[in-house]
């Protein structure tokens, strides 16, 4: 398979994760579908790494920045599941599907790197596309308060950090399984930490069997878009593959309207912010 197509793989199954999160997120929690996901992830990866030969010999300083990457993709699912909690699927998959703005934002300021024409459009549709998906909610979601609209645009940050380190850890040792795995296990320790410091009613657990189920197609779905996500990175730059990758709101907006009917409403102007912020990521990728 090419990077490509493992790309476009990781959009499918990330937007499926979210989908399925919104469903069980009807009878429980983010912080529940943040612990099944990471218990998913963890304990899948690691018997994967044992069935296919056991633990590589790879470059220390690769496995210190996937378990960085692990402690943030932690961040990236708390941050998501909430966002997908207060705002739907769909509108919380287009605001974090920005992180290509955020990472070319971070080459621009520090970097001090040129934005070209492409780059300047495609901000441009990006923040249109902002502006269409965060258009008066509240008509659709009486609970909306406009921090809510944070929690995707963090995520993203986060994501749009993690990828070009994911891309610089595999140069050093070329092992997307064995990394995937890391990345559970130091996303685990992560959540330990964060249940031990947060506030009881941020870290509460409800286990609904309701939920259960769609909770476990969530972390199935997440683990294979993260192994998928290394494994394309693993093969090509992060230039060809984020950009294919960021197509994921298009699928979760296609998930919502076939699986989440009567939970979210989706309108013309999250449809067309969502295709406008879509188009955006691809015009800032290619011209970065």
């Known amino acids: 398979m090419t990077a490509q197509f493992i790309a476009f793989l ?39 790494v044992f069935l296919t030969g056991g633990i590589p010999r790879v470059s220390p300083t690769a496995v210190w920045l996937f378990a960085i990457v692990g402690v943030t993709q932690l961040g990236v699912r708390l941050l998501a599941y909430t966002g997908v909690h207060k705002i739907g699927a769909s509108r919380s ?29 495609g901000t441009l549709l990006v923040v249109g ?13 009486p609970t909306f308060r406009w921090w809510h609209l944070l929690f ?11 990828n070009p380190i994911r891309r610089y850890a595999l140069s050093l040792s070329n092992e997307p399984l064995f990394f995937a795995a890391i990345m559970g296990s130091a ?13 009881s009613t941020e870290r509460r657990l409800v286990w609904n069997r309701k939920a259960i189920w769609p909770f476990l197609l969530t972390g199935v779905f997440e683990t294979l878009s993260i192994l998928f996500i290394v494994t394309a990175l693993s093969m090509g730059s992060v230039v060809v593959v984020a ?3 960021a197509t994921y709101p298009v699928w979760a907006i296609l998930g919502t309207v076939l699986f989440l009917r009567g939970l979210e409403q989706i309108n013309l102007l999250t ?18």
């Open 187 to 199: 996303s685990s320790i992560g959540f330990l930490i964060y249940l031990a410091l947060s506030p």
């Open 152 to 162: 995707p645009i963090a995520a993203a940050f986060l994501t749009g950090m993690n």
């Open 10 to 48: 990781t959009a499918i199954f990330y937007a499926s994760a979210l989908v399925s999160a919104r469903r069980g997120m009807k009878y429980s929690t983010p912080v529940t579908v943040t612990c099944v996901s990471v218990i998913v992830q963890t304990v899948t990866l690691w018997t994967a």
């Open 271 to 288: 449809i067309l912010g969502t295709l406008s912020v879509v188009t955006g990521t691809i015009s800032i990728h290619l011209g970065h």
């Open 243 to 245: 950009p294919i990758a």
């Open 93 to 121: 998959s287009s605001l974090q599907a920005i992180s290509p703005l955020i990472s070319a934002g971070i080459a621009i300021v520090v970097l001090h790197e040129e934005a070209g024409a492409a780059v300047v459009l």
């Open 129 to 141: 596309g902002i502006i269409l998906v965060s258009w008066r909610p509240e008509e659709q979601i």
